[in-house]
């Protein structure tokens, strides 16, 4: 099984400011098989990115995804209000595994 | 955007079966467009994927809960449902429904449901 390690644990920041989350794959995630997810309090997750750096329909061009192999990275270039919440990895390139998560937080 | 609605008991007695059913709208689950997956995340944890159906009936199951799962399809009802089986404490957790297009990443969510195992 890929084991997706997420970090930080949380991010204290203030909004405008500038976020970078960092997702690690246990051994390498095929093809940039990785996605993002963003997940506020009682409600579903939201798909965010997919295959590494694609924004979903509807998604801000705020959110944006790089990375490869065994590092990827959101980033969230300048934090609206709504934007606080949790956000999950997921990789699909050897079945399907979830990230622990990052919590961005508002200092 | 699709839209999905849980449904089933919210509690459940230790070693008995857990059964939920998803309800979609605006696509049918018999055609081969989507596949249907099940994630849970117990309480103040992270996402668990479980398992997904494709239209053929074709099922991925995750490796740690392969012995316990059963997922299926309702075409009549357009619906497709999730069987735990033996659960004990450790699957309470709020129960998501999905869709995606090939085993890859979740594009719709339902709202989830929360399904407790206690006596």
């Known amino acids: 099984e890929i084991v997706l390690t997420q970090s930080p644990g949380t991010l204290s920041l203030s909004p405008g400011e500038r976020a970078t989350l960092s997702c690690r794959p246990s051994?390498?995630?095929?093809?940039?098989?990785l996605a993002w997810y963003q997940q506020i309090p009682g409600q579903a997750p939201r798909l965010l990115i997919y295959?590494?750096?694609s924004r979903a329909a509807g998604i801000p061009d705020r959110f944006s995804g790089s990375g490869s192999g065994t590092e990827f990275t959101l980033t969230i270039s300048r934090l609206e209000p709504e934007d606080f919440a949790v956000y999950y990895c997921?990789?699909?390139?050897?079945?399907?595994?979830f990230g622990g998560g990052t919590k961005v937080e508002i200092k | 955007q699709l839209h999905l609605q849980e449904s089933g008991p919210g509690l459940v007695r230790p070693s008995e079966t857990l059964s939920l059913t998803c309800t979609v709208s605006d696509a049918s689950i018999s055609g081969s467009k989507y596949y249907w997956g099940w994630i849970r995340q117990p309480p103040g944890k992270g996402l668990e994927w479980i398992g997904t159906i494709y239209y053929s009936g074709v099922t991925f199951y995750n490796a740690s809960l392969k012995s316990r799962v059963v997922i299926s399809l309702d075409t009549s009802k357009n619906q497709f449902s999730l069987k735990l089986s033996s659960v004990t404490a450790a699957d309470t957790a709020v129960y998501f429904c999905a869709s995606d297009i090939a085993i890859n990443w979740f594009f719709s969510w339902g709202q989830g449901t929360l399904v407790t195992v206690s006596s």
């Open positions: 051994q390498s995630v095929s093809s940039s098989s």
């Open positions: 997921q990789q699909y390139g050897t079945s399907l595994t």
């Open positions: 295959a590494a750096f």
